[in-house]
Antibody, heavy 121, light 113 residues
Framework: EVQLVESGGDLVQPGGSLRLSCSASGFSFSSNWMHWVRQVPGKGLVWVSRINSDGSGTTYADSVKGRFTISRDNAKNTLYLQMNSLRVEDTAVYYC??????????????WGQGTMVTVSS | DIVMTQSPDSLAVSLGERATINCKSSQSVLHSSNSKNYLGWYRQKPGQPPKLLIYWASTRESGVPDRFSGSGSGTDFTLTISSLQAEDVAVYYCQQYYTVPYTFGQGTKLQIK
């Protein structure tokens, strides 16, 4: 079964750090460009970051640039998002998603169930 | 960034009737090299992640019922549900994957009248 499973979401204080993980199975993870997308509960989808298949190229939304780092371990079929200097406005459900046909410039055909990050004092 | 604007924000349609959702991009997502529109539609039910319905603006994803169809080109796109079923109640999003950031529309909430 094609699957993405996120973990690592938690309650953290402003200024704190958190690392999200996304474990992939059932497809060729190492061939696919991967993304993080976030969603404030009850609100819309917001793209956060992208990484190419071998991890050599990354792109970020302006709102997280310099604070978040996307990475991957293809040997472990796992995608990561290191989140530093967290702000209240980073509170959201974080989804990992895989591009169709590997990528780039493809829609997202596989999504995880999401992990909740809450930034609050 | 390409801004995606959907209309309406919410929509109530009777069972068996047609539902139409529009999506407009702030710049063309039609790639001249392959004449493809880099536009997808997703459905998100409560408590679930988004699910891809349509890509290349009009190609139905495998397993998606044929009552769902997409149309449009350049900057103006439409998702049509020909005969609304109860299980279609959800929020629908368009997304451009022409260039990063891969922006989404704000979503259209579809309900039963």
């Amino acid at each position: 079964e094609v699957q993405l499973v996120e973990s690592g979401g938690d309650l953290v204080q402003p200024g704190g750090s958190l690392r999200l993980s996304c474990s992939a199975s059932g497809f060729s993870f190492s061939s696919n460009w991967m993304h993080w997308v976030r969603q404030v509960p009850g609100k819309g989808l917001v793209w956060v970051s992208r990484i190419n298949s071998d991890g050599s190229g990354t792109t970020y939304a302006d709102s997280v640039k310099g604070r978040f780092t996307i990475s991957r371990d293809n040997a472990k079929n796992t995608l990561y998002l290191q989140m530093n200097s967290l702000r209240v406005e980073d509170t959201a459900v974080y989804y990992c998603a895989s591009e169709y046909w590997g990528g780039p410039a493809s829609p997202f055909n596989v999504w995880g169930q999401g992990t909740m990050v809450t930034v609050s004092s | 960034d390409i801004v995606m604007t959907q209309s309406p924000d919410s929509l109530a349609v009777s069972l068996g009737e047609r539902a139409t959702i529009n999506c407009k991009s702030s710049q063309s997502v039609l790639h001249s090299s392959n004449s493809k529109n880099y536009l997808g539609w997703y459905r998100q039910k409560p408590g679930q992640p988004p699910k891809l319905l349509i890509y290349w603006a009009s190609t139905r994803e495998s397993g998606v019922p044929d009552r769902f169809s997409g149309s449009g080109s350049g900057t103006d796109f439409t998702l049509t549900i020909s005969s609304l079923q109860a299980e279609d109640v959800a929020v629908y999003y368009c997304q451009q994957y022409y260039t990063v950031p891969y922006t989404f529309g704000q979503g259209t909430k579809l309900q039963i009248k």
